[in-house]
């Protein structure tokens, strides 16, 4: 595995996913692939926060909030999808999440295809 921010954390949250769409497959909504995916994450011992509400400020000035899926060790967060084809928008959305939220690594786990789709984000601007 290559050697990059949190690779033994992400190498282990993509692990547990894999498990989950290993165990039930594509074609549920996303919340079912949550819960599965906490429990699993649970087991392997990895400290998680679920449905995180975050609040989003521009000039000093709260603008809103978003619900963040979940954040690993409060170092990673996790963006999840139960959709056929991931789009540019999810990147941006993650991308973006990152940004705001000045967390460095975020993935992107897709339960919606054949096999788990995944991909790992960082927060250059950090």
Do not use: W
């Not at 498990?19 to 011992?45: D, N, T």
């Not at 709260?62 to 060790?73: A, Q, Y």
């Not at 963006?79 to 690594?105: G, M, R, S």
Request: positive net charge; aromatic residues 8%.
């Amino acid at each position: 595995m290559e050697d990059y921010k949190h690779s033994e954390l992400t190498g282990k949250i993509i692990g547990c996913a894999m498990k989950v769409h290993r165990k039930i497959g594509m074609g549920f909504p996303e919340i079912i692939y949550q819960r599965s995916l906490v429990i699993e994450l649970k087991k392997a011992g990895i400290f998680c926060e679920k449905e995180v509400e975050k609040d989003i400020f521009y000039e000093g000035i709260k603008v809103g909030s978003r619900r963040l899926d979940l954040i690993i060790e409060k170092l990673v967060i996790v963006e999840l999808k139960a959709i056929t084809e991931v789009e540019p928008i999810c990147h941006n959305q993650i991308l973006n999440y990152l940004k705001v939220f000045n967390i460095e690594v975020g993935l992107l786990l897709n339960f919606g295809n054949t096999s788990l789709q995944y991909k790992r984000f960082v927060n250059t601007r950090r």
